[in-house]
């Protein structure tokens, strides 16, 4: 096997990048790894303290050991995240064909990197994956069904939190979204989009009219028009520590809160869409129902009558 080399973006959290780094260290795989950081500089309008804080994560990733070798990229201004990632993935995986992805906030268990490794290799040539992901939800949030046997599963939405892709996918990416137009007109094709989760257009929305800066939504869209699946295996690999408000674009849900299993080691097989799992990843977005007096009084009426 080929190891994918490993990407990590950091920015101003010293401790969760710590973390993030002191967990890979411990994957079987880190010692035959080549790991690539991405330091982001500082905002034109950064603080002292937010100074100090890129320095902090700055001193401390180049004192980073226990992987094959070790890049670091700094830079001076502020890229932000979605532009960093955009280049950053694109220099790298343009070298070596294929890529792991992590940020400063993502704790991993023991078996991230053999996991992530394994399905890259063995669905490099399956056209219906668009990409591999670590992170699922929590049983709590979203169930797999109990007849379900596999270890792994497809989703139609990319997970960002831990995942992996190959070149020709990655540089299949529209990051314009040069067909927005059509598609904000057109409200079926916006349905057909929203079953990776209810949300999902009007993030891609947002994303056009520049209210959030995220590649991922634009990933998503891509992975979404060439009706390509995400692999994610059905006990998380990933859990994110940075929903403590810390950072840019998360702050705290215990709906995604995950306790990692050490022990668990997905086996990589070949695998259809589960119409309950993708039903069900769905409903992880969808929005609460709107409280309605009438249809309250109509379900009492009919108790009442019945």
């Not at 343009?94 to 992805?101: H, L, T």
């Not at 990776?196 to 891609?204: E, I, K, Q, R, V």
Request: proline share 4%.
């Amino acid at each position: 096997m080929v190891f994918a080399p490993i990407i990590l973006f950091v920015y101003n959290r010293p401790w969760h990048t710590r973390q993030t780094v002191e967990v890979l260290q411990k994957n079987d795989s880190a010692t035959e790894s080549e790991l690539f950081i991405f330091a982001d500089g500082p905002k034109t309008n950064a603080t002292e303290e937010q100074k100090e804080k890129i320095r902090q994560v700055r001193e401390y990733i180049h004192k980073i050991n226990g992987f094959k070798s070790i890049t670091i990229c700094e830079k001076e201004t502020n890229q932000g995240l979605a532009n960093s990632v955009i280049a950053g993935v694109t220099e790298i995986i343009n070298k070596f064909g294929k890529a792991i992805v992590v940020e400063d906030d993502l704790v991993t268990s023991r078996y991230f990197l053999k996991f992530m490794n394994e399905a890259l290799d063995f669905f490099e040539n399956d056209e219906r994956i668009f990409s591999v992901s670590g992170y699922t939800f929590p049983s709590k949030t979203m169930k797999i069904p109990t007849n379900y046997k596999k270890d792994i599963y497809l989703s139609y939405r990319h997970g960002s939190w831990g995942w992996g892709t190959w070149i020709g996918r990655w540089n299949s990416v529209d990051w314009e979204v040069t067909d927005f137009k059509e598609f904000s007109e057109n409200i079926e094709l916006q349905k057909a989009f929203n079953r990776g989760g209810a949300d999902m257009s009007g993030m891609l929305k947002a994303q056009m009219e520049g209210k959030i800066d995220s590649w991922a939504i634009r990933f998503d869209y891509s992975l979404f028009k060439q009706n390509k699946f995400n692999i994610r295996p059905v006990k998380s690999l990933v859990t994110n520590v940075g929903l403590d408000n810390s950072g840019t674009h998360t702050g705290a849900d215990e709906k995604l809160d995950n306790i990692l299993d050490d022990n668990f080691q997905p086996r990589i097989e070949t695998i259809e869409p589960d119409n309950t799992i993708l039903k069900n990843f769905r409903k992880v977005f969808d929005p609460p129902p709107r409280y309605s007096l009438k249809r309250f009084i109509g379900k009492v009426l009919k108790r009442l009558f019945s």
